[in-house]
C-alpha cells in the first residue's frame, strides 16, 4: 500500500516562499515507473495540477506557475518537495501529493492534504 504524508507550514505571508514536503511509504520515487505530482484544491476552484516528477528526476511545473514554482525530490529520503515563491491569498488551499500514471489531476495514490493559507 503505497502512503504519502505532506508536511509544512499551515500558515504563509504573502510574498513569502512555501515550502511543502511529501513522505513517501510503500513506494519508491527512483525506481517506480510512475509521476509524483503536487496539485491543489482552492476555494470555488477544481484541482489544479502543480507540477510533477519522473522517475527519471525530470520535473516538470504547471506552465502558469512556471516562473514560481520547483519540484525536486530526495530520492534517497524518498521525499518529495515543492517549492512555490511569490504567495497571494488566492494560493490558499489544501495541497496534495499524489502518484499517477501521467502527469496532471488524476493519481492512484493521494495523500490527506495538507492546508496552506495565505495571509495579506
Known amino acids: 500500500q503505497v502512503q504519502l504524508q505532506e508536511s509544512g507550514p499551515g500558515l504563509v505571508k504573502a510574498s513569502q516562499t512555501l515550502s511543502l514536503t511529501c513522505t513517501v511509504s510503500g513506494g519508491s520515487i527512483g525506481a517506480d515507473d510512475y509521476y509524483w505530482n503536487w496539485i491543489r484544491q482552492s476555494p470555488g476552484k477544481g484541482l489544479e495540477w502543480l507540477g510533477g516528477i519522473g522517475k527519471n528526476g525530470n520535473d516538470y511545473v504547471n506552465l502558469s506557475l512556471q516562473k514560481r514554482a520547483a519540484i525536486s525530490r530526495n530520492a ?7 517549492q512555490l515563491s511569490a504567495m497571494a491569498p488566492e494560493d490558499t488551499g489544501v495541497y496534495y501529493c499524489t502518484r499517477s ?10 495523500g490527506q492534504g495538507t492546508q496552506v493559507t495565505v495571509s495579506s
Open 76 to 82: 534517497a529520503r524518498n521525499q518529495l518537495n515543492l
Open 101 to 110: 500514471a501521467t502527469l496532471g489531476t488524476q493519481y492512484h495514490y493521494r
